[in-house]
């Protein structure tokens, strides 16, 4: 009786609203009463409102869980299954099954949820609506069995593969989770980025392997779609496996008739990880395949070059005979007739770099570099980078006004840019070499606040160098020989700088510096492949001066 009254209260309320349709307004209503616990009112409207609109399952579906939460499980029973009689929904059927479940019948139940797969017509709403029934139930095994007879009935074994794939996911089936994964790609192959994802997260190292073999399979079957052949190249840059994935890369390449991008993007990423062969491969190919005088082959022939310096100079013990190698291909390319020399100037200018550090030969870099600065058309940054390299190749030959000259132009030019904090950061450095501690300093200091962090990091560093040991003596002799050390080491005289150091040693033996001198010295063994001696002084400061910066 308490629940009949109830009832005519809620009608009564909702026939006195008059012209206003049962609505939103009721339906939210209907909710609060939900969440205040007030189930008997909820079901009340709810009710009405499905009676006023059988066509929206919303209401339906409240009213059943309102009655569910009031243990009236007759009457839930009872009303789906008038229900079932008008409206051949299976979903009603997984409702029908929770009811039994709440009850404890769960023969009952599992009873219910076969029939609701049993009775599914070949409907992809139906399909859908029921398979995300049982997924919202968490009932993942009924999930499954509704999408692969869906397949089954609408005849199409790619149908409901990236559904399928989270559910095989989850229950564990890992071979069925990446064969789903693969075949929802025919239906969506944009998905490409998110299954990637997928495989990397979800997958060990073993099952991977897997993967490899389905997507061979996959490649076998639609050789029409570049998907495949694009994960399977993925596959092996993950297993960084970069030669195999270049098959993959160039295959690709002259299937959708791309411009060497692909194999440009897989070459430096091959060269970032020191797989130095695959990627000197990857740019040899673009150079040998793309138009000569493209973009894109002007700039694998910059990495290729580079590519290869790398390979040699960060070998143990390369020989003059590797560099001079490098040398002679870089000439050979540059002596062959070219329309414009501006369009490889960056090159050029890299050569000019390997000239100076590595085979020392700067009078040659220097040459090089200003027949590059008077060319025509070269872009005004690169002709910046090209008058700062200009001006350390000058000051390794020690024509410091020369060099002073370079730097203050690129710092006119770009003065609040990266490349005029870079040339005033040379200058002032210049000035440090040369004894002018004061200065450099309040150039240093200017610089620690520079937008590249390099330049403000080495510039904080100089400056705190220069202030903690500048008045340690009486006499500024000890920085000034150490700067000329710093000096000889960039000019690639390494026994002078050694010679230099020893002379600080001997002359100021309980100066400051002693850290620094043995830190230096191990820089310079390094520059000259002496590893051993290297080691030996760095170690000498970790154990003498473990407190000191420099350890």
């Not at 009564?12 to 206003?20: D, P, T």
Request: charged content about 25%; aromatic content about 12%; glycine content about 4%.
């Amino acid at each position: 009786m308490k629940t009949l009254r109830i009832l005519v209260g809620i009608w009564f309320i909702l026939g006195c609203v008059g012209a206003k349709p049962l609505s939103a307004q009721n339906s939210k209503l209907a909710q609060e009463y939900y969440n205040n616990g007030e189930y008997e009112k909820a079901a009340a409207i709810y009710k009405a409102l499905y009676q006023k609109q059988r066509h929206n399952p919303y209401y339906f579906d409240r009213y059943i869980a309102s009655l569910m939460e009031m243990e009236a499980y007759d009457e839930s029973i009872k009303m789906i299954e008038k229900a079932l009689k008008t409206n051949k929904n299976n979903v009603l059927y997984v409702q029908l099954a929770q009811v039994y479940e709440r009850q404890g019948l769960i023969d009952k139940a599992e009873q219910m949820y076969e029939r609701a797969i049993k009775e599914l017509p070949a409907n992809p709403n139906q399909i859908q609506r029921l398979g995300l029934a049982f997924r919202n139930k968490n009932q993942l095994e009924f999930a499954i069995k509704v999408y692969e007879k869906g397949r089954q009935l609408l005849k199409d074994p790619k149908l409901y593969s990236f559904q399928l794939a989270d559910l095989y996911r989850r229950e564990g089936e890992t071979s069925k989770m990446i064969e789903a994964y693969l075949y929802s790609l025919l239906v969506s192959p944009n998905r490409k980025t998110s299954v990637q994802t997928y495989f990397q997260k979800y997958l060990a190292e073993e099952e991977l392997d897997e993967l490899q073999m389905l997507l061979y399979d996959f490649i076998e079957k639609y050789p029409e779609q570049t998907v495949y052949p694009e994960l399977l190249q993925w596959y092996f840059v993950s297993k960084k496996d970069y030669r195999n994935a270049f098959r993959q890369a160039k295959a690709l390449d002259a299937l959708k008739q791309e411009n060497g991008s692909r194999i440009f993007n897989l070459a430096q990423t091959a060269m970032n990880h020191k797989d130095y062969d695959a990627a000197i491969q990857g740019f040899e190919y673009i150079i040998n395949t793309k138009a000569k005088n493209s973009r894109i082959t002007l700039d694998a022939l910059r990495q290729f070059f580079k590519c290869r310096q790398i390979k040699i100079t960060t070998k143990p013990n390369y020989t003059q005979q590797d560099l001079e190698s490098l040398e002679n291909d870089y000439d050979r390319f540059l002596n062959t007739p070219r329309t414009n020399k501006a369009e490889i100037a960056g090159l050029i200018k890299q050569y000019a770099d390997f000239l100076a550090k590595y085979i020392h030969n700067t009078d040659k870099a220097i040459q090089l570099l200003k027949e590059l600065i008077e060319l025509p058309g070269v872009h005004r940054y690169i002709l910046a980078a090209a008058k700062l390299d200009l001006g350390d190749y000058y000051l390794i030959q020690n024509q410091i006004w020369e060099a002073s000259l370079l730097y203050s132009q690129v710092d006119k030019a770009f003065r609040e840019e990266h490349l005029g904090h870079d040339a005033r950061f040379r200058n002032a450095k210049l000035s440090y070499y040369n004894g002018d501690f004061e200065w450099a300093q309040t150039q240093f200091d200017v610089l620690k606040s520079s937008t590249s962090k390099l330049i403000a990091n080495d510039a904080l560093e100089l400056s705190v160098f220069i202030q903690d040991n500048l008045g340690l003596d009486t006499t500024d002799v000890p920085m000034k020989m150490y700067a000329q050390a710093e000096l000889l080491s960039f000019q690639n005289k390494y026994d002078e700088a050694f010679a230099k150091l020893e002379d600080l040693s001997r002359q100021f033996p309980d100066n400051g510096l002693l850290d620094d001198i043995y830190y230096l010295e191990a820089q310079l063994y390094a520059k000259i492949q002496d590893y051993d001696h290297a080691i030996a002084k760095y170690k000498i400061v970790i154990d003498k001066y473990s407190e000191d910066i420099r350890a």
